[in-house]
């Protein structure tokens, strides 16, 4: 059973700093990309930022560029979203995402992972 799991959420000042970690277990994502949503309140679920198969090739959502940086570690099986000067508009619950395809380009479209973490809720207070 392929089980992804979030951590690293939870309450931050605005331009403060989190890092959400993201453990997969079940199967071997290392030929997969891998990408973190978020969904606001009362909001639809939007893209954050993709990875690459192998880390070499990073993606983001304008609003987040600049400030979140994804990565990985293959050998841990684990993804990372260090995401600095938050702001309130950041508030969501953040979604890890597995890739469906062994591709080598990175998706934007939920449609396109096939595996979901539970979730992981990042608040900012202004």
């Known amino acids: 059973q392929v089980q992804l799991v979030e951590s690293g959420g939870g309450l931050a000042q605005a331009g403060g700093s989190l890092r959400l970690s993201c453990a997969a277990s079940?199967?071997?994502?290392?030929?997969?990309?891998m990408g973190w949503f978020r969904q606001g309140p009362g909001k639809e679920r939007e893209f954050v930022a993709g990875?690459?198969?192998?880390?070499?090739?990073?993606y983001y959502a304008d609003s987040v560029k600049g400030r979140f940086t994804i990565s990985r570690d293959n050998a841990q099986n684990t993804v990372y979203l260090q995401m600095n000067l938050l702001n309130p508009e950041d508030t969501a619950v953040y979604y890890c995402?597995?890739?469906?395809?062994?591709?080598?380009?990175?998706?934007?479209?939920?449609?396109?992972?096939?595996?979901w973490g539970q979730g992981t809720q990042v608040t900012v207070s202004s």
């Open positions: 990875i690459s198969y192998n880390g070499g090739r990073t």
């Open positions: 995402a597995g890739g469906s395809r062994p591709i080598s380009r990175i998706p934007t479209i939920g449609s396109e992972y096939a595996y």
């Open positions: 079940g199967r071997t994502f290392s030929n997969y990309p």
